[in-house]
């Protein structure tokens, strides 16, 4: 397998400079095609801090929704669908008119409840105010499915929460891993056959400067320079929620991609990836291509990740909307490089 996986938003203004921008620069490589996330969805789930914060069925204590006693927690209509069919619209007509490959199937991710309660709700609250959200959410996901054609379709469950709780820098509210896996694999069984399921196994970004996935900075001088202060000791986290999934997911898993770190440069990072027990359907990208090293980095740790994982495309750590302007131009060169290196014909 090669090509280019795109999780979701670009460092771009508009839906349609996002089309443009992937059919120039980044096809043939990508086939899942996202909208690019522009405006206040860049914010990722805090689009959705209203539902618990204005919700009259949770109290808020310290700045997070708690369940109301003697209340019965319910969430209103949640809207996921009516902006993606807006895209939709949009990319079909990018692809009739050229923009995009033929073959390019719409991109819609989505972030799981838990990362939605963990942002919002108390720990004490979230199993079951997540519980709620999901009955909500479900609605949501049906009407993308019948506003866009499931063989136009690919819908992506953001799993940050998930892997920053394996690997143990939150609390788990559910008290083990399997009933996480379980309650993504609810999610999952919400996709139609015809569309394609991909999970992004997420680390945050190490650009996007101190945050809970990447642990307090240490010291004021770490605070200003930003990027992460936790970091991942190697893939294991990720080989556990991906066999996780495998086991728990009935139907087909299209794609996982996962988040992997520049100073993975050992092949101790990368042995646990040969533990994999992944369908022979699935594909696999890692999050090998960063903008401070492009191309040449990217071959370096593909040629680690290589001698336990046979086959899998390349991405970057997160949305390309973490980018600067700059650092996205990197990854666009960096990407051309690497494919041309690799396997021309995905240069374009």
């Not at 280019?4 to 400079?17: K, Q, R």
């Not at 143990?168 to 559910?174: I, L, Q, T, V």
């Not at 600067?324 to 960096?334: G, H, M, N, R």
Request: charged share 20%.
């Amino acid at each position: 397998m090669a090509g280019f996986y795109l999780t979701g938003s670009i460092n771009i203004a508009t839906v349609d400079d996002a089309f443009r921008l992937v059919g120039s620069r980044l096809q043939p490589g990508v086939t899942r095609v996202p909208d690019g996330e522009p405006g206040d969805r860049a914010n990722w789930v805090l689009t959705q801090a209203g539902h618990f914060l204005d919700n009259p069925t949770l109290e808020v204590v310290d700045g997070k929704a708690r369940v109301r006693a003697g209340t019965s927690v319910a969430f209103g209509a949640l809207d996921y669908h009516s902006v993606a069919a807006e895209s939709y619209a949009r990319f079909a007509a990018a692809r009739r008119d050229g923009v995009l490959a033929d073959g390019s199937r719409f991109l819609v991710s989505i972030p799981t409840p838990f990362n939605a309660v963990n942002s919002f709700a108390h720990f004490d609250s979230q199993v079951e105010v997540a519980y709620a959200y999901e009955q909500a959410l479900k609605d949501s996901v049906a009407a993308l499915q019948e506003a866009i054609p499931p063989g136009d379709l690919a819908i992506q469950w953001d799993l940050p929460t998930e892997l920053a709780t394996i690997e143990g820098w939150f609390p788990n509210p559910y008290g083990g891993f399997e009933p996480i896996f379980a309650a993504t694999a609810r999610l999952a069984s919400w996709v139609h056959d015809d569309a394609e399921l991909t999970f992004h196994l997420c680390y945050g970004d190490s650009k996007f400067g101190a945050s809970p996935f990447m642990g307090d900075p240490p010291d004021e001088e770490a605070a200003a320079r930003g990027g992460r202060h936790i970091l991942p000791r190697d893939a294991s986290a990720i080989v556990t929620l991906a066999n996780g999934l495998s086991r728990h997911v009935p139907r087909r898993i299209d794609a996982i991609q996962a988040a992997t770190v520049a100073a993975w440069n050992r092949r101790a990072h990368w042995q646990p990836l040969s533990g994999l027990a992944l369908e022979a359907d699935t594909e696999i990208y890692l999050g090998l291509l960063h903008a401070e090293d492009g191309a040449d980095g990217a071959r370096t740790r593909a040629a680690l990740a290589a001698e336990f994982l046979p086959e899998f495309g390349i991405s970057t750590e997160c949305g390309l909307g973490r980018h600067s302007a700059e650092q996205l131009e990197a990854v666009l060169v960096a990407w051309s490089d690497y494919a041309a290196a690799r396997e021309p014909a995905l240069a374009g």
